[in-house]
């Protein structure tokens, strides 16, 4: 099956902190196809401005607590899920097809802004 391969599986990406001291881990979500970019506690994030535990993984990232982006029109919908080891788990109250399912992180979402210049980290903030 080659799944033995030397290469890393990263299925996400961390942006580390800048002048903001805010590290990012970003990934495009399979669900509602937006960037997600949660404020995680990494190496350069300031002490406050982190909001999501982070296991430190990029092949298998587990986050907590769930992450919530609510519809603001423009064709984004509801998205509310658990990253858990490296699987998304959409939950019921989610607005895309994937509601209730649960899907693993695949390494091309980890290069989010490869298939577009839409968002930068900023813009589809998790809250
Ligand atoms: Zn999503």
């Known amino acids: 099956m080659g799944l033995s391969q030397a290469s ?3 299925v996400a990406t961390l942006i580390p902190a800048g002048s903001d001291g805010i590290d990012r881990l970003v990934w495009r979500c399979a669900g509602c196809g937006q960037v997600h970019a949660p404020h995680v506690k990494g190496a350069g994030s300031a002490p406050l401005a982190a909001r999501w535990e982070w296991n430190g993984s990029l092949e298998t990232p587990t986050l907590a607590p769930s992450l ?4 603001h029109g423009g064709g984004q919908v509801r998205c509310h899920s658990f990253v858990r080891d490296g699987a998304v788990q959409f939950l019921h109250d989610c607005g895309h097809a994937l509601a209730g399912k649960t899907v693993a992180m695949l390494p091309e979402d980890a290069d989010p802004w490869a298939y577009d210049d839409e968002e930068a980290p900023d ?3 998790a809250r």
């Open 8 to 10: 890393p599986r990263h």
């Open 68 to 71: 919530l982006l609510h519809a």
């Open 123 to 125: 813009g589809p903030n």
